[in-house]
């Protein structure tokens, strides 16, 4: 019967390229109570769910545009209590895998059984801060920090780095690209949806955990306090978010635990960060002039003696793995 299963009336997001299974989930869903949504492709599903607050999402694991583990980090911003649900008709270890580290809540195998869909799905909703509870319970405490500044030329800087960072790198990853409020989410969620890594927009008292990459948001300054804690302060200065605050405090808390990477953009800002990271024991990284599209900040770093080396945007990412790497064995010998 319509209802039966006792909830508020719950907002649905399906999101599938199969028009048939869409359908029919709509309703199904919509006879139980639900309030459904769909949508064909990730990049429709992140308009809808930055124009609204769901509950639950549906989501096949292959979309046209983007896969859907992808697809959940790109959306927790904006919907971070949301029960996440992958459907997916190439079931394997691997993928289960992927999908949890992404905060899936669930996982189900196609051809869809409605009898546990719909069971998966009331039961998600109803224990859902348990179940958020249990995740966090079972996540990795943060021991080494990657901190990265970005500024004229940095959306497609750090987009080229981030899709080629692997899966469980043993850091978190803090950045900060000058960027006015308000369009820091939005990279966010570009980003999300091309990375490995759980990126999102920062908020107040986030804890870094591996796997986590956190943008500053536009119109504050980003710090980190011990245990990873971040903290966010409004700031008026331009240009912002500050890289050197950023790293600075990076260089406080983690040491010779942080990696610095100062990316293309004009002026100085991240220089001095960069030196502290250097001083402390950690490793330091600049953009090299050539593929930079302005050499201010790598430069600026360079010449005060921050940096270790000087990379090319095609191997950034292969070089802070390579520090990791580094970083790790030291740990490991220690």
């Known amino acids: 019967m319509p209802g039966a299963l006792n909830l508020e009336k719950k907002r649905v997001l399906i999101i599938?390229?199969?028009?048939?299974?869409?359908?029919?989930?709509?309703?199904?869903?919509?006879?139980?109570?639900?309030?459904?949504?769909?949508?064909?492709?990730?990049?429709?599903?992140?308009?809808?769910?930055?124009?609204?607050?769901?509950d639950l999402a549906l989501i096949d694991f292959r979309l046209p545009d983007v896969e859907g583990t992808k697809l959940l980090t790109a959306i927790q911003e904006t919907t971070p209590r949301m029960v996440k649900i992958i459907l997916t008709g190439y079931p394997s270890e691997s993928r289960r895998t992927e999908a949890s580290e992404r905060h899936a809540d669930a996982f189900l195998v196609k051809p869809i059984k409605i009898p546990e869909l719909l069971k998966t799905v009331r039961d998600r909703l109803q224990n859902r801060e348990a179940f958020y509870r249990e995740v966090g319970q079972k996540r990795k405490t943060v021991e080494t920090i990657v901190a990265i500044g970005a500024s004229a030329g940095g959306p497609t800087a750090l987009q080229q780095v981030l899709s080629k960072i692997p899966d469980h790198q043993p850091a978190a990853f803090v950045i900060s690209q000058h960027m006015p409020n308000g369009f820091t989410k939005a990279l966010a969620q570009?980003?999300?949806?091309?990375?490995?890594?759980?990126?999102?927009?920062?908020?107040?008292?986030?804890?870094?955990?591996?796997?986590?990459?956190?943008?500053?948001?536009?119109?504050?300054?980003?710090e980190l306090a011990s245990g990873g804690r971040v903290r966010l302060e409004r700031t008026e200065q331009t240009p912002s978010p500050s890289i050197n605050v950023m790293m600075k405090s990076t260089a406080d808390v983690y040491g010779p635990r942080a990696v610095g990477v100062l990316l293309t953009g004009m002026l100085n800002d991240g220089a001095l960060g960069m030196k502290s990271i250097k001083q402390q024991g950690g490793r330091t990284l600049v953009q090299d002039e050539a593929s930079s599209v302005v050499?201010?900040?790598?430069?600026?770093?360079?010449?005060?003696?921050?940096?270790?080396?000087?990379?090319?945007?095609?191997?950034?990412a292969e070089e802070i793995v390579k520090a990791l790497s580094q970083l790790n064995g030291a740990k490991q010998e220690n």
């Not at 359908?23 to 429709?44: F, N, P």
């Not at 050499?295 to 950034?316: C, H, T, W």
């Open 16 to 54: 599938d390229d199969d028009l048939t299974l869409l359908h029919t989930l709509s309703i199904v869903l919509s006879y139980e109570g639900y309030h459904v949504d769909t949508a064909q492709t990730g990049k429709e599903a992140v308009e809808k769910s930055n124009a609204n607050r769901y």
């Open 295 to 316: 050499y201010g900040m790598p430069k600026a770093a360079l010449e005060i003696g921050a940096a270790d080396r000087i990379v090319n945007i095609s191997n950034m």
């Open 190 to 222: 570009q980003l999300a949806l091309v990375s490995n890594l759980r990126v999102r927009e920062a908020r107040q008292g986030d804890v870094l955990e591996e796997g986590d990459a956190l943008i500053t948001p536009g119109g504050f300054n980003m």
